[in-house]
């Protein structure tokens, strides 16, 4: 296991017992450090079940396990891999008992969360909803409870925020379901309070490993350190990190969890590692002189043996549209001249989502191939999910996320209220949302009225699913699938909910599509090995609607298998955490964009008293913080790169409806490029390649005609 490894990697990797600490700049290695413990681990005799490796996200643990794979074959399936939340998840699971959820409780997704607070603070408005979201999501990552919210409410706005939390999570209790925070507070909750459970547990941990760690939140360390041991000495745990690289400071990641591990165990044995082996180093210079300024915890200096390299290039553009001509001109440039020529080799990353909008209709225009990673897929249109819902329901009726979305997308007349007493009564009997409805004693927590109206949802449900298992063949489908639609009201209920007319106009073309699709299944059009295909005509056998409604919820899957095909990245910086590409364009990188606004209100649930109060130093200091979170995230953009890197930005930018004047980021002179890297002429370059493009395009487009006359296969 210790082949390609350095030293001071080998040094991690062969620490197999006590806490360790792997503290390194971007590129060092710490990612490689955990996966080849895991395989040392593993060969020195630990069960690969008693090992979980924790990564940041679900991505990065798919990458993760692959590696793994490659290193230590099938053992590598035993291995934990995955989220803190996967994690949570799994935790209660095996003993979310112990705290009254029945073991097949439901996870609210951030939809499902901002409809139940629509309805528990009586907004119809979505924003609102989310404001107070946004908020709660806050205090519960703290730790706080509803009551302690409200004690410590600064103003009106957080005491109104603290009661609807209250009836919030009344709902979820009420309908044995947690949210994201949950995951990681309610684990929190039953290690404390179950010594029993806490025991098991540690026992089942040989060893942890955690990627990313200066991106943990407070109740996250509090989990890691109740996961390994009671006693500090005998904590066996492997943690990787860069203080430079902590952009999550806006959800809760503290660097207080870098600080406090030498003092929580004392016999933490912390490794630095400075080779860079990812960047030249004209990239890492750059990035060095932009992480500069920040105050260090450790002092470290990133070097490589990668040599020089291609100077980093600076590039000005009249506005956003020519920035992304540009990019993609230094797309097709590179893949002319550079050894790495691949699609896949690419990667434009900027600060906020709305950014890639321009960017990939440039890159249409130019038929380049892209994903835009972390962005929303067809599946997870909130349309498509609705659908989704009764789908699932019809399959799993015990399925009770999709329970709820259902009886509620279209409204039909059954309040909250019902909803909860169902909630409750479910949690009783400890049976499903659906089942529940149908129990004979349910009238003695229910007013007639509302009984009849479950009862004829049910009914409605288990007819639509009776007649789906008889449909087949595409038209059959089709005309059952549109009436389904009329019945529900669907296509009236998107025009209610839309502001905008056309808004709604797309979200139906979206639900039209889909259920051409799904009829398409039903008649034998299967898709590609991808499902990705929505329209191709292979023979095989017809299925029952029903049948295919039950292979749609694997679809989900869909957008992470795109991973491997040869494609440009699109990402914002925070999504490309971890990831490496040989070139990358960082775009946007102006004042207000990188950084972003530094004046405005740093905390979105803003208008509290306690804010408008703020004097100006602590103003002052919430500012330069600010500012040090911005400059990690432009180390972590430039520290991206392998082998080439562009920082573009526009002198026009559009904000809102007007545009803007912009200024080129500090970030930029701070980066204190030579003079000979930032001079390159953008129109002459640009019509240089337009003119030869267009002369090959000529040149395929005759090629073709002729072998076309000449009857030859093409
Ligand atoms: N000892 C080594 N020899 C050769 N290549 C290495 C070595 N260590 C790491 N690498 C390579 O360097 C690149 C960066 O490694 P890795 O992703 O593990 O770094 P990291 O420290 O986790 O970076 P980040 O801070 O961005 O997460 C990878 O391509 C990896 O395979
Ligand atoms: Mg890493």
């Known amino acids: 296991m210790s082949a390609g490894l350095n030293l001071a990697q080998q040094d991690a990797v062969n620490h197999l017992h006590g806490p360790c600490l792997v503290l390194a700049g971007a590129g060092s290695g710490k990612t490689r450090v955990i996966t080849h413990k895991i395989g040392r681990l593993i060969q020195a005799g630990l069960e690969p079940q008693r090992i979980t490796a924790i990564t940041f996200t679900n991505k990065a643990a798919a990458e993760m396990r692959e590696r793994t794979k490659g290193l230590i074959g099938r053992d590598a399936k035993k291995v934990r891999i995955c989220t803190f939340h996967a994690l949570g998840v799994h935790l209660l699971r095996g003993d979310g008992e112990a705290l009254g959820l029945k073991a097949n409780f439901s996870i609210m997704d951030s939809d499902d969360v901002t409809s139940i607070l629509k309805d528990a603070g009586g907004s119809t408005d979505a924003a609102t909803a989310r404001q107070w979201q946004w908020t709660i ?111 999550y400071g806006w959800r809760g990641a503290t660097l207080d969890n870098l600080k406090k591990l030498p003092i929580d165990f004392p016999n933490l044995r912390i490794i630095k590692l400075e080779q860079n082996y990812r960047s030249t180093s004209a ?135 019902t909803l909860q007493a169902l909630g409750t009564f479910s949690g009783k009997y400890k049976v499903s949302l659906f089942e529940a409805l149908f129990s004979s004693s349910l009238p003695s927590v229910l007013n007639s009225r509302a009984v009849d109206s479950l009862h004829e949802f049910g009914r409605y449900v288990n007819d639509l699913e009776y007649r789906a298992r008889h449909t087949e063949g595409k038209e059959a489908a089709l005309a059952f699938l549109l009436e389904w639609l009329k019945d529900i009201g669907y296509e009236k209920f998107l025009y209610d909910s839309e502001e905008h007319e ?26 590609d090995e991808n499902g990705a295909n929505f329209g191709n005509n292979f023979a095989s056998e017809k299925k029952s609607l029903l049948d295919v409604a039950q292979t749609v919820s694997l679809i989900s899957t869909l957008s992470e298998r795109q991973q491997d095909q040869n494609l440009v990245t699109l990402s914002t910086l925070h999504a490309a955490k971890g990831l490496e590409w040989p070139h990358v364009m960082l775009i946007g990188v102006c004042e207000g964009l990188l950084p972003f606004k530094l004046d405005d209100g740093a905390d979105s649930a803003g208008g509290s008293q306690r804010e408008h109060e703020a004097s100006d130093a602590v103003m002052g200091a919430a500012i330069a913080e600010r500012l040090q979170e911005e400059r990690r995230l432009m180390y972590v953009g430039i520290t991206r790169a392998q082998r080439t890197l562009a920082v573009s930005w526009p002198k026009r930018r559009k904000k809102g409806r007007e545009m803007i004047a912009a200024q080129p980021s500090r970030f930029i002179a701070e980066m204190a490029l030579s003079q000979a890297t930032v001079k390159e002429d953008p129109r002459e370059k640009l019509r240089a390649l337009r003119a030869e493009f267009a002369k090959k395009a000529e040149a395929t487009a005759a090629a073709a005609a002729s072998q076309q006359a000449s009857g030859s296969p093409v």
């Open 283 to 417: 990239i890492l210079q750059a990035a060095n002189n932009v992480i500069g300024p920040n105050p260090k915890l450790f002092p470290k200096t990133l070097w490589s043996e990668l040599g020089e390299g291609e100077p980093v290039r600076v590039v000005d553009a009249d506005n956003e549209e020519h920035e992304a001509e540009r990019m993609v001109a230094r797309i097709q440039s590179l893949r002319e001249n550079s050894q790495h020529k691949e699609f896949k080799d690419f990667a434009v990353l900027y600060r906020a989502n709305h950014q890639s909008r321009i960017l990939e209709q440039a890159l249409r225009k130019a038929n380049i191939p892209y994903k835009v990673s972390g962005g929303i897929s067809f599946f997870d249109r909130a349309e498509i999910r609705d659908l989704c819902a009764w789908l699932r329901l019809w399959v799993n009726n015990d399925d009770d996320p999709a329970f709820l979305r259902a009886i509620t997308t279209p409204k039909r007349g059954i309040g909250h209220q």
């Open 502 to 527: 056309k808004a709604a106009q797309s979200r139906w073309t979206n639900v039209l599509d889909f259920c051409d699709w799904m009829a398409g299944r039903c008649g034998g059009e299967i898709e």
């Open 137 to 247: 999501s806050k205090w519960k990552n703290a730790g706080l409870t509803a009551a302690q919210a409200e004690a410590q409410a600064a103003g009106d706005n957080e005491r109104i925020t603290a009661k609807i939390m209250a009836r919030y999570e009344e709902r979820l209790t009420a309908y044995q379901s947690v949210d994201f925070d949950d995951l990681i507070g309610l684990p929190l909750k039953l290690l404390r309070e179950h010594p029993e459970v806490r025991a098991k547990w540690q026992q089942m941990m040989g060893h942890i490993l955690v990627d990313e760690y200066q991106d943990t939140n407070a109740t996250q360390y509090e989990l890691l350190k109740l996961l390994t041991s009671d006693d500090p000495q005998r904590a066996h745990f492997t943690a990787v990190g860069d203080d430079d690289q902590s952009i």
